[in-house]
């Protein structure tokens, strides 16, 4: 957005700052000022110095006993293992991405056209997952879809199937679970983004000749791109990191980055290696995010693209 | 090319409540025509079935000889000016008008010279690419009808198109907004509860009820000087109301104010047959109404009352007149001279005359 223009009539001078006495000043510009430092402060103490002291580690050998600056850790990352991890981590970020964004973009839309009335109670609805643990919704996923669920219980009384299917430990639980997850992260920005503009905005397009297709293209989604950017990000980001779906719902046959920072971090205690590959899948996640948003900026400006040259 | 519209019987509920109720009413081809009611008489509602953003229960919507009452949206050769603008907050001032034309997918050279043509006449080339939100409400308003007429629409819909806009901004709107209709003989509908500006811009109006009805029909002069009912007499202007009974003596028709007097009253054969005799009431605008210190001859009727206030609006004073009765009447006159000849003052008696001619009188 660009910021306002304010025109001066030529020969008007800037207004005079308002004179301040000492207290005044120190009240009104040193300790503001100062108030600002504290979020950095904050930040420099308790994410960037324990981020930079773990990067240091991952160029430290102490196997020996005695502290030496290595590369060992990084070079040993680059094997086909990791890289086939690498890219089924990618792999299943993108597409539990993708996947939410397909529910939540419809979902958020006719919610808020369509049944404004009800809009309290599917926020409601949205947040309460929040309220109870984790951990809880994995077992309660568990018994819908286990050899004797729910699931299997219903598809086999509507005569679907005759013998339960295995739902559970492989990678159709995984995506399931990712989905429920994740899939509020991405309504959520969307969701509140929409809800801000008025609905004569879409009937002014279709006023003017637009169909629901175009309008669509040229005026929901575009003016929906900054909560549909926040949503692949909170979407994206954690799901690549995400250790404990694939652990709890892939019954050890899948491992992913988090998997294996979480191995190297937690059973075979090797600190160094564990902090290089975070290190390698921070690379990877700044540079998918970087080409993303290049991405949403082109996809943006194609929908909307003007007549002019 | 330009339509004229036609409603036949058209009837629209909204959660239970009847919002319109067999309205049938014709707008006029290539006319300014306002559409004034009250608040939540139904009219932005009206405008809507027109533009098609919403559906008719009951009832025919044509446009020329066309019937579009089924007609989607997005098909209709009607665009309709926001009452909120409902500018694309994401496209410059350049886009928000070229869209309609972009739609269509119009040659851009053509699409470049028709936005400039309308950007010069709309004094809006210097913001080309300017957001909505860098606009004032004037700008955003011309641009909101620029975007609305470069499609070369037969019928624009505005809904209370300046009610955002203050008062000197509004007087210039409004005769910018009769000169390009001037310009373009494109049917206008113009949708307000503002009296002033709907008298102001119309060709024809329409005058709707609170019950989602249509009160009267006809030019602004028409309204104002003969209105039908009670309803549009207090609703378009001011009016002083007396009830009373008419009467005949000889070839004059006379008019028994309770506890107040008799009246010579004018009165249509027509109307007199419409109007029970017992139940009548005899309306009389302020203006028509001469005040003076001393009884003057040639009037039809006169009045005699103290005067209980003054309000001094500097190009006319408006006097509110206390009756024997215990009634008040507003008289206004015009401040013609910087020193009148005679100083009319608080507790002043005064005599209150007016012409037959000038009064209307109306069913209970």
């Known amino acids: 957005m660009m910021e306002q223009e304010v025109v001066l009539s030529p020969g008007s001078s800037a207004p005079a700052l308002p004179r301040f006495s000492g207290v005044q000043r120190f009240l009104k510009l040193e300790f503001l000022s100062a108030l600002g430092l504290l979020p950095f402060i904050w930040q420099s103490l308790f994410f960037f110095i324990p981020m930079l002291l773990l990067f240091s580690m991952s160029f430290i050998d102490n196997s020996s006993g005695t502290l030496r600056f290595t590369i060992s850790h990084f070079t040993q990352l680059f094997s086909t293992t990791y890289l086939s991890i690498i890219l089924n981590s990618v792999g299943l970020s993108l597409l539990t991405t993708l996947i939410t964004l397909c529910i939540a973009f419809p979902f958020s839309f006719i919610s808020i056209f369509h049944f404004s009335k009800y809009k309290n109670i599917i926020s409601l609805f949205l947040l309460i997952p929040f309220w109870t643990n984790f951990i809880l919704h994995i077992y309660a996923w568990f018994f819908v879809l286990e050899k004797n669920g729910f699931l299997n219980q219903v598809l086999m009384h509507f005569g679907f199937i005759t013998e339960p299917l295995a739902f559970l430990n492989n990678f159709f639980s995984i995506m399931v679970m990712m989905i429920y997850y994740y899939l509020p992260f991405m309504i959520l920005p969307i969701y509140s983004t929409l809800e801000r503009f008025d609905s004569s905005i879409f009937e002014a397009s279709m006023d003017l000749g637009a169909n629901r297709f175009q309008t669509l293209l040229k005026v929901v989604i575009p003016l929906c791109i900054g909560g549909i950017r926040t949503g692949i990000f909170l979407v994206f980001i954690p799901s690549f990191a995400e250790f404990l779906i694939p652990e709890l719902m892939g019954g050890d046959k899948y491992f992913f980055m988090g998997n294996v920072i979480s191995l190297y971090m937690f059973e075979e205690k090797t600190l160094g290696t564990a902090v290089a590959f975070t290190t390698l899948s921070l690379a990877v996640v700044l540079m998918i995010v970087y080409f993303i948003q290049k991405g949403l900026v082109l996809f943006t400006r194609r929908l909307t693209r003007g007549v002019r040259t | ?364």
């Open chain 2, 1 to 364: 090319m330009t339509r004229s519209i036609r409603l036949v019987g058209v009837s629209k509920t909204k959660n239970g409540n009847k919002i319109l109720d067999n309205v049938t009413l014709t707008i006029p081809s290539g006319e300014f025509f306002a559409l004034l009611g009250p608040s939540g008489c139904g009219k932005t509602t009206l405008l809507r079935l027109i533009a098609g953003l919403e559906s008719v229960d009951a009832g025919k919507i044509y446009l020329g000889e066309v019937d579009i009452t089924h007609m989607p949206v997005h098909k209709r050769k009607i665009n309709i000016v926001f009452q909120n603008y409902a500018l694309f907050p994401h496209l410059d001032v350049y886009d928000n008008i070229a869209y309609s034309l972009s739609i269509t997918g119009m040659h851009e050279d053509e699409i470049d010279r028709r936005v400039f043509k309308l950007l010069k006449a709309f004094h809006l080339d210097k913001l080309v690419d300017k957001k909505p939100s860098e606009l004032s409400g004037g700008q955003q308003q011309r641009v909101a009808i620029a975007r609305a007429i470069i499609n070369e629409p037969e019928v624009l819909l505005l809904d209370e198109p300046l009610a955002a806009l203050d008062y000197k901004l509004r007087e210039k709107m409004l005769i910018e907004l009769i000169e390009l209709q001037d310009k373009l003989l494109t049917t206008f509908v113009y949708v307000t509860h503002d009296q002033f500006e709907a008298l102001t811009v119309a060709d024809h109006m329409c005058i709707m009820d609170p019950e989602g009805g249509i009160a009267q029909f006809g030019t602004p002069k028409q309204i104002y000087e003969f209105p039908d009912s009670t309803f549009v007499a207090k609703f378009v202007g001011n009016t002083n109301l007396f009830h009373g009974r008419l009467g005949k003596k000889g070839d004059a028709t006379l008019f028994h104010a309770s506890d107040l007097g008799t009246f010579t009253v004018e009165c249509t054969p027509q109307k007199l047959e419409l109007i029970e005799s017992d139940n009548a009431i005899m309306s009389i605008r302020p203006e028509k109404i001469f005040i003076s210190k001393k009884s003057v001859e040639n009037f039809s009727n006169t009045l005699k009352g103290i005067v209980n206030s003054i309000v001094y609006t500097g190009r006319s004073t408006l006097y509110e007149v206390l009756l024997k009765n215990g009634k008040k009447i507003q008289v206004f006159e015009q401040n013609e001279e910087h020193f009148p000849q005679v100083n009319i003052d608080y507790d002043d008696e005064v005599f209150l005359s007016w012409q037959k001619e000038n009064v209307v009188m109306l069913k209970e």
